[in-house]
T-cell receptor, first 112, second 112 residues
Framework: DAGVIQSPRHEVTEMGQEVTLRCKPISGHDYLFWYRQTMMRGLELLIYFNNNVPIDDSGMPEDRFSAKMPNASFSTLKIQPSEPRDSAVYFC??????????FGQGTRLTVV | QQQVKQSPQSLIVQKGGISIINCAYENTAFDYFPWYQQFPGKGPALLIAIRPDVSEKKEGRFTISFNKSAKQFSLHIMDSQPGDSATYFCAASKGSARQLTFGSGTQLTVLP
């Protein structure tokens, strides 16, 4: 398996634009997580899904953030409109049952 | 609310020495404690994990020591190598899902 695949690896966008980050979890994994990493706040959980259903979105910072998982092999994290303070590395991770979480390479987002 | 506190923030060790990173948690419902290793530009990768029913787990040069009564756990890296230079994160989770609460990270530098 290729592991968790995220795209794009880097994204630079202007303030106010819509940004969509994509994730393909490891096949067979039933949990999918979105994390954000910044110098100030470290690694923080934004939202997670179980069997494609959002379970806990309490970490989503604002209504500008939304996440979907239309099927077991694909998830998106959307920011609309984007702001400079959204600049961070966004990670997707997946796990199977109570097994460990495996992380993707991340998407480095820069909002100018 | 910082549920997992990690120290030190940075650590410099000579090649062949022992690296020790400490974490303390607050939530007694946590039942899974992994350590992740992150290289620049990469996602966190699972290093080793422990459950609170054991006091120690060893995998190669990496050992987790766990003290349930003190709500503390630590990572020991024996015979540290320059290739171990990375950022290390402790984490904790509870329940069946692996939604992780991360410590703030320790940047380890192993001098040749």
């Amino acid at each position: 398996d290729a592991g968790v695949i995220q795209s794009p690896r880097h994204e630079v966008t202007e303030m106010g634009q819509e940004v969509t980050l994509r994730c393909k979890p490891i096949s067979g994994h039933d949990y999918l997580f979105w994390y954000r990493q910044t110098m100030m706040r470290g690694l923080e959980l934004l939202i997670y899904f179980n069997n494609n259903v959002p379970i806990d979105d309490s970490g989503m910072p604002e209504d500008r953030f939304s996440a979907k998982m239309p099927n077991a092999s694909f998830s998106t994290l959307k920011i609309q409109p984007s702001e400079p303070r959204d600049s961070a590395v966004y990670f997707c991770a997946s796990s199977s049952g109570t097994g460990p979480a495996f992380f993707g390479q991340g998407t480095r987002l820069t909002v100018v | 609310q910082q549920q997992v506190k990690q120290s030190p923030q940075s650590l410099i060790v000579q090649k062949g020495g022992i690296s020790i990173i400490n974490c303390a948690y607050e939530n007694t419902a946590f039942d899974y404690f992994p350590w992740y290793q992150q290289f620049p530009g990469k996602g966190p990768a699972l290093l080793i994990a422990i459950r609170p029913d054991v006091s120690e787990k060893k995998e190669g040069r990496f050992t987790i020591s766990f003290n349930k009564s003190a709500k503390q756990f630590s990572l020991h890296i024996m015979d540290s190598q320059p290739g171990d230079s990375a950022t290390y994160f402790c984490a904790a989770s509870k329940g069946s899902a692996r939604q992780l609460t991360f410590g703030s990270g320790t940047q380890l530098t192993v001098l040749p």
